[in-house]
């Protein structure tokens, strides 16, 4: 089955940097790939997803890119803010639909 | 309209115990996934509805897990005689259909086995 590793585990940076977290995953059969933000006690949120048949998707300050060749796609956040802080989660599927392969999460802190 | 509905939000339960979880989908959503999170780890894939029925079941831990749906909306998610290694948080997720769509995921339960 599909296995996803993220990293890091913990990331810290001072208000205004920029945040970049990476995963790579295992199956090339998987085309969709979401990242979850997941603030203390909450839902998991969605921020924003990529499908295997483009390379990169920006939304605002919050962007992914993908390499298909190399299995790996990355979350790259810009002038962060405090409120960007949570636990943000990379996930795998060979479908939208279907079942989500995550990988182990990121806690982002972002130091006024 | 509302999203995805868990209850209840904690659940505290004796070892050996049985516990009920609840799922209320998006109206009109199709699939229906149930994942378990453990503490600082991301969400594991429990099973997953099509309407009522359930097409991946492959998840489940062991048989003291049981889930159901039976009119295709509400689900359900049952444990049988808890152990402490159940704790954790239970999410639901539903989508519009299988194929393209986006999952939307519930708060969660939190079950803690003492």
């Known amino acids: 089955g599909e296995n996803v590793e993220q990293h890091p585990s913990t990331l810290s940076v001072q208000e205004g940097d920029s945040a970049v977290i990476k995963c790579t995953y295992s199956d090339s059969a998987s085309n969709y790939f979401p990242w979850y933000k997941q603030e203390l006690g909450k839902r998991p949120q969605l921020i924003i997803d990529?499908?295997?048949?483009?390379g990169e998707k920006k939304d605002q300050r919050i962007a992914v890119t993908l390499n298909k060749t190399a299995k790996h796609f990355s979350l790259h956040i810009t002038e962060t803010q405090p409120e960007d802080s949570a636990v943000y989660f990379c996930?795998?599927?060979?479908?939208?639909?279907?079942?989500?392969?995550f990988g182990g999460g990121t806690r982002l802190m972002v130091k006024p | 309209g509302a999203g995805v509905s868990q209850s209840p939000r904690y659940k505290v339960a004796k070892r050996g115990q049985d516990v009920a979880l609840r799922c209320d989908p998006i109206?009109?959503?199709?699939?229906l996934f149930w994942y378990q999170q453990a503490l600082g780890q991301g969400p594991e894939f429990l099973t997953y509805?099509?309407?009522?029925?359930?097409?991946?079941k492959s998840g489940l831990p062991s048989d003291r897990f049981f889930a159901e749906r039976p009119e295709g909306s509400v689900s359900t998610l049952k444990i049988q005689r808890t152990q402490q290694e159940d704790s954790a948080v239970y999410l639901c997720?539903?989508?519009?259909?299988?194929?393209?769509?986006?999952?939307?995921f519930g708060a969660g339960t939190r079950l803690s086995v003492l």
């Open positions: 990529i499908r295997s048949n483009v």
């Open positions: 997720a539903s989508s519009l259909s299988s194929g393209r769509n986006i999952q939307y």
């Open positions: 509805f099509q309407n009522e029925a359930q097409l991946d």
């Open positions: 109206s009109g959503h199709v699939s």
């Open positions: 996930a795998a599927s060979n479908n939208a639909g279907n079942m989500l392969t």
